[in-house]
C-alpha cells in the first residue's frame, strides 16, 4: 500500500488521541494491520495491550512458586501390547494325592511372522497372548487373506441408488 503524506498525518494524529488500530483502520478504510505495519516503521510510540486483565482493583498476581525439575518419565507400554498386570498370588490347595500329569497334545503353530503374500494374514488371538497366531491359510491370489477372510474384510459398498429406493 502507498501512504500520502495525507494519510500519514491522519495515522499520527488518530494514533495520538489514543484510538485502537482497529478504530483507526475503519476510519482510514483500511486494515488494522497496515494501521500497525506503519505505526511500527513511523516508530510511533507503543501502547499497552489492549486485553484487560482483572479489571480496576485487582491484585497483581502471587509470586510463583519455583519449578521442581522432574525425573525423566519411564516409557510407556505400547497401547496394542499392554504390559501384562501382575497376578495376585494363588491360594494355597490343600495336599490331595497326586495324579498323572494330562497329556500334551501337540498344536500345529504358525509363525507369528508373515514370510510373504501365500499365507492368509488375518490375526487370531489376542496380540498380548502367547496364543496369538495369523490364520495360514492359503490366501486368494492379489490378496493377503484366505477366501473365508477376505468375505469378511472385503464388503461392497452399495450403491447410493439403492438407499433411495
Not at 511372522?113 to 488371538?125: E, F, K, S, V, Y
Request: glycine fraction near 8%.
Amino acid at each position: 500500500m502507498e501512504w500520502t503524506e495525507e494519510q500519514i498525518e491522519t495515522l499520527r494524529r488518530l494514533w495520538a488521541e489514543g484510538l485502537s488500530t482497529a478504530e483507526i483502520g475503519r476510519r482510514m478504510g483500511i486494515s488494522k494491520n497496515a494501521v500497525v505495519g506503519k505505526a511500527h516503521r513511523l516508530h510511533l510510540p507503543a501502547r499497552p495491550s489492549p486485553i484487560r486483565r482483572g479489571g480496576e482493583g485487582a491484585k497483581p498476581a502471587a509470586p510463583r512458586p519455583p519449578r521442581r525439575t522432574l525425573r525423566p518419565a519411564m516409557p510407556r507400554p505400547s497401547p496394542l501390547f499392554p504390559a501384562a498386570e501382575p497376578r495376585p498370588a494363588p491360594a494355597p490347595v490343600p495336599a490331595e494325592p497326586r495324579r498323572a500329569p494330562a497329556p500334551v497334545v501337540p498344536m500345529p503353530r504358525v509363525e507369528p511372522l508373515r514370510t510373504g503374500n501365500a499365507t492368509c494374514c488375518w490375526p487370531i488371538g489376542d496380540p498380548g497372548t502367547p496364543g496369538f497366531r495369523f490364520c495360514g491359510a492359503p490366501a486368494l491370489i492379489g490378496k493377503p487373506y484366505c477366501a473365508e477372510h477376505a468375505a469378511i474384510a472385503y464388503v461392497r459398498v452399495k450403491d447410493r441408488r439403492e438407499d433411495a429406493a
